[in-house]
């Protein structure tokens, strides 16, 4: 069975302090990789994807991650977070047949 | 504006009583999503939709329906909602079945007494 792990309920980081939001998954089979944002009250965002290709990628707002097949991994990194940064992250998978499947999420808190 | 929208937002009913919760996006998208978010379990798909007719069971069916007789609309209907089906609903949708960027609704907020 495909899964996904957030092994950080929470991160606390002051504000212009690097972050990394770890993102681990399961499958068997080739899979696509997104990261989401959810803002207080609102719906998710999709801040970036992985589909093929170069295993480096760039998404909206300054953040990235990096897919590493070998560490079945998919961490989300931003250099310089800001107070508007704070938000819950989600870390997804999907597979060829178009499930998408959730990890439990990450609440990032920047303080001041 | 491209949008997905959800209605209602909020709501409160009882145990046994027949609800709906309407999904539309004007973007015509082919494919189309429900999910559940609960806390500490992140969103579980519920049914999914790849085009008008075609619909699949994700993660979490059981006590939901789904139908797609238009490509904008993709209706949830509780039959005989129960307490557990307390939880905060969203509606997706996207292009080019789910590689494309999935647009999400603002979320149900639904509770079962």
């Known amino acids: 069975a495909q899964s996904v792990t957030q092994l950080d309920s929470q991160v606390p980081v002051f504000e212009e302090a690097p972050v990394e939001l770890r993102c681990n998954y399961s499958?068997?089979?080739?899979?696509?990789l997104f990261w989401y944002v959810q803002y207080p009250n609102q719906g998710l965002q999709l801040l970036l994807k992985?589909?093929?290709?170069?295993?480096l990628v760039k998404g909206i707002n300054g953040f990235e991650a990096e897919f590493n097949k070998s560490q079945t991994s998919f961490h989300l990194r931003k250099p310089s977070v800001h107070i508007s940064d704070t938000a819950e992250y989600f870390c997804?998978?999907?597979?060829?047949?178009?499930?998408?499947?959730f990890g439990s999420g990450t609440r990032l808190l920047v303080r001041p | 504006e491209a949008q997905v929208t959800q209605n209602p937002r909020y709501l409160i009913t009882v145990t046994g009583k027949k609800l709906t919760v309407t999904c539309s996006q004007n973007?015509?998208?082919?494919?189309m999503s429900w999910y559940r978010q609960d806390p500490g379990l992140g969103l579980r798909q519920i049914y999914y939709?790849?085009?008008?007719?075609?619909?699949d069971k994700g993660d979490v069916p059981e006590g939901y329906k789904v139908s797609r007789k238009e490509k904008r609309n993709f209706p949830l209907i509780l039959e005989s909602p129960s307490p557990n089906q307390t939880s905060l609903y969203f509606c997706?949708?996207?292009?080019?079945?789910?590689?494309?960027?999935?647009?999400f609704g603002p979320g149900t907020r639904l509770l079962v007494l």
């Open positions: 997706a949708s996207s292009f080019g079945g789910a590689q494309g960027t999935q647009y």
């Open positions: 499958s068997s089979v080739s899979v696509y």
């Open positions: 992985y589909l093929s290709g170069s295993t």
């Open positions: 997804a998978l999907m597979d060829s047949s178009y499930k998408l499947i």
């Open positions: 973007m015509n998208h082919e494919y």
């Open positions: 939709s790849m085009n008008v007719e075609v619909t």
